[in-house]
Nanobody, 121 residues
Framework: QVQLVESGGGLVQPGGSLRLSCAAS????????MAWYRQAPGKQRVLVATQHTNGNTDYADSVKGRFTISRDNAKNTVSLQMNSLKPEDTAVYFCHALVKVKDPGPTYSYWGQGTQVTVSS
């Protein structure tokens, strides 16, 4: 079993910054990719940023230039540095990981519980 635990959410003023972190633990052989999603009330969950094992990153257009995803492979953690925050960034942010629990073996999808980010003056 694999657990993902997010931290770092909170209330911040527009233009401010937050850094989210996600730690993966449990029966992990390797993590293929880690990502951040977000979901605002009444909205679909959307992909914010992804970092693949090869180091490639992808960002939603709405956060490009403001958010940076980074990964510490040795610690099985991923972070999301969020700068120049806007009210429309308000959402629950979820960590997601594609995990191999053994090798050879399939890749499984795991989600964290979410952490609230509120951008308001």
């Amino acid at each position: 079993q694999v657990q993902l635990v997010e931290s770092g959410g909170g209330l911040v003023q527009p233009g401010g910054s937050l850094r989210l972190s996600c730690a993966a633990s449990g029966s992990i052989f390797s993590i293929v990719a880690m990502a951040w999603y977000r979901q605002a009330p009444g909205k679909q969950r959307v992909l914010v940023a992804t970092q693949h094992t090869n180091g490639n990153t992808d960002y939603a257009d709405s956060v490009k230039g403001r958010f940076t995803i980074s990964r510490d492979n040795a610690k099985n953690t991923v972070s999301l540095q969020m700068n120049s925050l806007k009210p429309e960034d308000t959402a629950v942010y979820f960590c997601h990981a594609l995990v191999k629990v053994k090798d050879p073996g399939p890749t499984y999808s795991y989600w964290g519980q979410g952490t609230q980010v509120t951008v308001s003056s």
